[in-house]
């Protein structure tokens, strides 16, 4: 297995997964004994999240050392993350209304999800505006945001905190070069948590099969099919063209990224590649400033699959109950999503919640959502994997924008994927 580089281990985890799965459907053994070994493998990624956040954001801002730069890239960011996320939104609603995946689906065919778990957290989402988010980007207890893994506030403070260290000048440097060491302690134990991933998605994924069975894909293969197909869609030709203007072809993106597609995929959590993309970003030519900031960001501002899937699975239970939702209701569900999706990022099963959230502004019933609950793992496997994508192309596009892209890094660096030498090396 160490001769096999770790997307290839992980693509073998997630085969033999799907099949001991497949094989023990139902049979509660399978749950009993793989659960633990996922769970573990999940707590060892949320272990290391937190800190690599808050060393490598210091170190970067503390780099920059101007609030008036960070302000420009903070702005620029938000406004690249909100338009991208309601591209993101309207390909999803085209694509329902063009492809009618909902339309003649028998519903007494289907099995009903249990949803009661996402209910309270949905009644706070429905009164939580724009404005509190904002508001609740500012910490009131640090170690509070800290226990319960807010991002946002923990960037703020990192932020405040590495402009702080960058102000003091020589008084800083102590204290500077602790968070560098840090950030370099950590990265060390992401690469050996790593080593752990396709045991850790071999066990995930056997649980999942064998919870639901393959038989419950069936019904709902038109829903599945249109996802992925949407999803692709955006990904290579929206994202394609977005990083074709900025002068990079998505393919070598995904070249580079392909141990963590893979990972993420199989996971269905961005988190298990939070250390690992800031970390090829910064190979790839990016400033640390600047991947540090936007990446972390990125995953509460810019979850690109989610927001397409939670508009396409909007137009899809409408479709189910044979409700026709006209061109303004669509709208408004649009304007609705572009909030909410913001509001609740960091949620557990957050495109559930915002769906919850979102439906009954449009009059589309709730209950709907319990008919796909029991396909959501392989629909959020595929998700996750648009918003690793979206965020990493945000770093570079947001670096590019800046002028503080290497473009002799990043070509070095795609020739060491490629396994070529480099012009030096020659």
């Known amino acids: 297995m160490k001769r096999l580089g770790l997307a290839w281990q992980i693509l073998i985890g997630l085969i033999l997964g799907i ?7 139902g049979n509660p053994s399978t749950t009993t004994y793989l659960q633990p070994i996922g769970t573990i493998f999940i707590r060892l990624i949320k272990m290391i999240v937190i800190p690599i956040v808050i060393s490598s954001i210091i170190v970067g801002v503390a780099g920059v050392g101007d609030i008036k730069k960070l302000g420009k890239l903070g702005g620029k960011t938000i406004l ?9 939104i309207i390909v999803g609603l085209l694509a329902a209304n063009l492809i009618h995946p909902g339309t003649g689906i028998n519903m007494s065919s289907l099995n009903k999800g249990d949803i009661s778990g996402y209910l309270s957290t949905t009644k706070e989402v429905k009164t939580h505006s724009m404005a509190d988010t904002l508001v609740n980007i500012v910490p009131a207890n640090l170690f509070d945001s800290l226990v319960r893994g807010d991002m946002l506030a923990i960037i703020f403070f990192s932020v405040f905190f590495g402009l702080g260290i960058a102000a003091i000048g020589e ?6 070069n602790f968070f560098e060491g840090t950030a370099s302690a950590m ?7 790593m080593k ?67 990972l993420a995929y199989s996971t269905a959590s961005s988190e298990t590649v939070l250390p690992k993309l800031i970390e090829k970003m910064e190979r790839f030519g990016c400033p640390k400033a600047i991947t540090s900031f936007v990446i972390p960001t990125g995953y509460s501002f810019n979850l690109d699959g989610s927001t397409l899937y939670q508009a396409l699975a909007a137009i899809f239970i409408a479709q189910m109950y044979g409700i026709h939702l006209s ?35 449009v009059g589309i019933p709730l209950e709907g959502l319990a008919f796909i609950a ?16 979206g965020n990493s192309l945000a770093a570079i596009v947001m670096s590019k ?18 396994g070529r030498k480099t012009v030096l090396e020659k």
């Open 196 to 262: 752990f991933a396709p045991l850790g998605v071999f066990a995930l994924i056997g649980v999942t099969v064998s919870t639901f069975g393959v038989s419950s894909l069936i019904p709902l293969s038109k829903l599945i099919v249109t996802v992925y197909g949407t999803m692709i869609f955006f990904v290579i030709v929206v994202l394609g063209l977005v990083a074709r203007f900025f002068g990079i072809n998505i393919f070598n993106l995904f070249k580079i990224l392909k141990d963590e597609l893979i």
């Open 80 to 88: 690249y993350f909100e338009i991208i996320t309601t591209i993101a």
């Open 327 to 361: 061109i303004g209701q669509q709208i408004s569900l649009m304007l609705v999503l572009m909030v909410t999706s913001k509001g609740i990022a960091g949620v557990p099963g957050v495109s559930f919640v915002v769906l919850l959230a979102t439906l009954g502004t």
């Open 171 to 176: 008084k800083g440097k102590p204290v500077l």
């Open 187 to 193: 990265f060390y134990v992401t690469n050996q948590i």
């Open 19 to 25: 099949a001991v799965g497949a094989i023990f459907y």
């Open 401 to 418: 924008s800046e002028k503080q892209y290497d473009e002799d890094k990043g070509a070095a660096y795609l020739n060491e994927i490629n």
């Open 374 to 389: 029991g396909i959501d793992r392989l629909l959020d496997m595929a998700r996750t994997a648009v918003n690793v994508v």
